[in-house]
C-alpha cells in the first residue's frame, strides 16, 4: 500500500529517491506487565490522584523514576544534583527548512520527560537551543539569495508553530548561536588555554589526542573515529578526528571578529557554550537524537571537560530513529515528510499519539496504518455523540478536567465544555456524595499504578496507552449501558474518572484544544470528500433503504467505508465518524 504523503521535496536540490515507499509494520497495543514497584516517598503532592468534587481512595504505589543512560549504558536512578529541580538541555534543530516528523520525536519525546518530571512536583530549567549558524544554513541562504541569519529565524519561527501544533510546551529558554558568540569565543579562548586545541591560519581545532576519556559516551576507540565535523577532513589536522571550534570567514559567508580572526564558530562549541551559559557545566540531563551521540555530543563533553575539569553531565537521554523501509528518516537522504505535511492529513494528536506509541528508545516506522490507527484512537477517547442524547451532558462534563496546578491548563475552547459547564450550573453540587464505589476505585488505583510505574520505568508511554482501555470502557458502561446508567454514585464515578484522566493524558501531552470537528475535518479531507457530499450520501443510503434497495444501501455505506468514513445508525437518524478505511483495516488484522 502507497503512502497517502509524498516526501518533502525542499527548495533547494539534493539527493533522493522517487521509489514507493512500502510501509513498515507495528503493532500499537504493548502487553508490557510492570515489572516492578516499589514503594518510595512522592515528591510532591501532585504526584497523588484527587478529583476534587467526589471520591476518595488510597494512594497508589509509586515507583522511582528510571532513566537509561547513555553513558554508563544501563537504568539509572534518577537523583538530581539539586533536590526538587531538575536541570535539561535538548540540542534544538538547525534552522534551515521545515522540520520533519524526525525531529517530532525527539521533541516530543523530551517533551513527556519535561512534563512528567513537573508531573513528580520537580522545578525544571528545560533549554532547547536553535543553531542558527551552519554551513547549511548558509547553503540554503544561497540558493533563495536571502540573508543567513534572517532566513534561519524564519524556521526557527516555523519550528516554534509545529511545537504549538504538537503539543510540546515552551521551553524555559530557547538560545540561539547568534546571540551568544561571547560566550562562545570566551570558552574558545579558556580551552586553547588549557592546552586542547591549537590554531592553524585562522581556524582553531579540538586536539582530541589530549582527552584521554574521548569516546567515553559512545563507545568509540580514537583510532575508529572519523573527522567530528559534518564536512570533509582537513588535511592540516593533526588528528583526522580533531573538530573545528572556529572556522575562518569565506567570501560571501556571515562572520563574527575573534582573536584569531573574523569567522563563525564550529557546530559542536555551540551547545557547550549555550549549555554552561543557561545551565552551568553541571547538570542532570542532556538529550537528544540517537545521531547526536557520535560527534556531536561526545565533542560537546570533550570541550567542556576541557573548560571546567567539574563538568559533569548525570544523565545523557537519546531518542531512536523514526524510519522509512528500516532508513532512518533524514532532510540528506530526502526520505522524510515534514511535520505540516502530515499534520494536514491528520490531527496533530494523532502524529503525537503515534509517536507515543512506540517506546522512545525503540525505531519507529513511519506508515499510514499506524498515523490511521493512531487517529482512531484519539477519535474514540475524544468523541462526542453528533446528535443529541439526555447523555450528551454528562459525556462533556468528561472534558471538564480539573487538572492539579502543576499542569498545564487545557484551552476552553471547546463546545462541550460550555455544554459541561451548563449541565454543572444545572446541579446542586453540593449534593453530590464524597465517596465513589469501589469498583470505580479499583479501576482508578490500577491504571493509576500502571501509569506511574511504567512512565518511571523508563518513560514506557506505550503501555500508558494500552491501559486507557479500562477506565474509558467503564466511562461508556457508566454512559451508555442499561446496567451503567444504573448504578449508584454513576456521576460521582464519572468525575473521577474525568478527574485522573485528565492528569494522565495532560502529562502525555493529549489534552485536545479541540477534537471532534478537526478529525472529522482531517478524515473528509483524507476521504477527498466535502461534509456536504457525505450527508448526501447519507440521504441516498436513507432513500434506499426505505426503497427496501438493501444492495444499494450496503454499497454506499462499504464504499464511504472505503475511505474512512464510518455510518451510525440509530433512533434519532444516521451519522457518520471517521474510521480506519477497510484496506487499513485489512492490513491491521494481517499483521496481528
Request: hydrophobic letters at 35%; aromatic letters at 10%.
Amino acid at each position: 500500500m502507497s503512502t497517502l504523503l509524498k516526501f518533502y521535496r525542499p527548495l533547494f536540490s539534493i539527493p533522493y529517491s522517487t521509489r514507493t515507499v512500502q510501509l513498515g509494520t507495528h503493532r500499537f497495543h504493548c502487553l508490557f506487565k510492570p515489572k516492578r514497584r516499589i514503594r518510595c516517598v512522592s515528591t510532591s503532592s501532585h504526584s497523588q490522584p484527587s478529583i476534587g468534587i467526589g471520591g476518595k481512595w488510597e494512594s497508589p504505589e509509586f515507583s522511582e523514576l528510571w532513566l537509561q543512560n547513555t553513558i554508563s549504558r544501563k537504568k539509572e536512578v534518577f537523583r538530581p544534583k539539586t533536590e526538587g529541580k531538575v536541570g535539561m538541555y535538548v540540542c534544538g534543530v538547525t534552522a534551515y527548512d521545515l522540520s520533519h516528523i524526525g525531529h517530532a520525536r525527539v521533541y516530543v519525546t523530551f517533551d513527556v520527560l519535561y512534563r512528567y518530571l513537573r508531573h513528580l512536583g520537580y522545578q525544571v530549567t528545560y533549554v532547547r537551543n536553535f543553531t542558527d549558524v551552519d554551513d547549511k544554513i548558509i547553503s540554503r541562504a544561497k540558493e533563495l539569495g536571502e540573508d543567513p541569519i534572517s532566513l534561519s529565524r524564519r524556521y526557527c519561527e516555523e519550528f516554534n508553530r509545529d511545537m504549538v501544533y504538537l503539543h510540546c510546551l515552551p521551553p524555559s529558554a530557547e538560545p540561539r548561536v547568534s546571540d551568544h558568540m561571547p560566550q562562545i569565543l570566551d570558552m574558545i579562548k579558556q580551552i586553547i588555554e588549557n592546552g586542547y586545541a591549537y590554531i592553524v591560519d585562522g581556524d582553531v581545532y579540538f586536539s582530541v589526542e589530549k582527552f584521554p576519556d574521548y569516546g567515553r559516551l559512545s563507545g568509540r576507540k580514537l583510532e575508529d573515529n572519523r573527522a567530528g565535523e559534518r564536512v570533509a577532513v582537513d588535511s592540516r589536522k593533526k588528528h583526522p578526528a580533531d573538530f573545528a571550534l572556529w572556522k575562518t570567514a569565506k567570501e560571501g559567508e556571515p562572520f563574527w571578529d575573534s582573536p584569531w580572526g573574523p569567522g563563525r564558530p564550529g557546530w559542536h562549541i555551540e551547545c557547550s557554550a549555550m549549555s554552561a551559559a543557561y545551565l552551568g557545566y553541571s547538570f542532570d540531563i542532556h538529550g537528544g537524537g540517537m545521531d547526536l551521540v557520535f560527534p556531536h555530543h561526545e565533542n560537546e563533553i570533550a570541550q567542556s571537560c576541557a573548560v571546567c575539569n567539574h563538568s559533569n553531565i548525570s544523565y545523557w537521554i537519546h531518542n531512536g530513529f523514526v524510519t522509512v523501509d528500516s532508513e532512518k528518516m533524514s532532510k540528506s537522504l530526502g526520505n522524510f515528510f515534514t511535520i505540516r505535511q502530515v499534520i494536514d492529513l491528520y490531527h496533530p494528536l494523532a502524529l503525537r499519539l503515534f509517536l507515543l506509541g512506540t517506546h522512545y528508545q525503540s525505531p519507529i516506522n513511519y506508515a499510514d496504518v499506524l498515523l490511521e490507527s493512531a487517529s482512531d484512537r484519539i477519535f474514540y477517547i475524544y468523541q462526542v455523540p453528533q446528535y443529541p442524547t439526555s447523555l450528551q451532558m454528562e459525556e462533556a462534563c468528561l472534558s471538564s478536567l480539573s487538572l492539579p496546578s502543576s499542569q498545564p491548563t487545557p484551552h476552553r475552547h471547546m463546545n462541550t465544555l460550555h455544554d459541561c459547564e451548563s449541565a454543572l450550573s444545572q446541579r446542586d453540587v453540593v449534593t453530590l456524595k464524597d465517596t465513589i464505589p469501589p469498583d470505580t476505585v479499583n479501576i482508578i488505583n490500577n491504571f493509576y499504578n500502571v501509569f506511574v510505574t511504567s512512565m518511571s520505568d523508563d518513560l514506557h508511554t506505550p503501555v500508558v496507552l494500552a491501559a486507557l482501555s479500562d477506565p474509558l470502557k467503564t466511562i461508556n458502561d457508566l454512559l451508555h449501558t442499561r446496567k451503567g446508567k444504573k448504578q449508584e454514585l454513576r456521576i460521582e464515578s464519572l468525575a473521577a474518572f474525568g478527574k485522573i484522566l485528565g492528569n494522565v493524558l495532560s502529562t502525555l501531552g493529549l489534552m485536545p484544544e479541540s477534537y471532534s470537528e478537526q478529525l472529522r475535518d482531517k478524515a473528509l479531507k483524507r476521504a477527498k470528500l466535502t461534509e456536504d457530499q457525505v450527508l448526501q450520501k447519507i440521504d441516498e443510503r436513507t432513500a434506499a433503504r426505505k426503497n427496501k434497495e438493501y444492495e444499494r444501501s450496503d454499497i454506499i455505506r462499504k464504499d464511504l467505508a472505503a475511505v474512512g468514513i464510518a455510518l451510525m445508525d440509530s433512533p434519532d437518524g444516521t451519522t457518520w465518524r471517521p474510521a480506519v478505511p477497510l484496506a487499513i483495516q485489512e492490513q491491521q488484522v494481517s499483521i496481528t
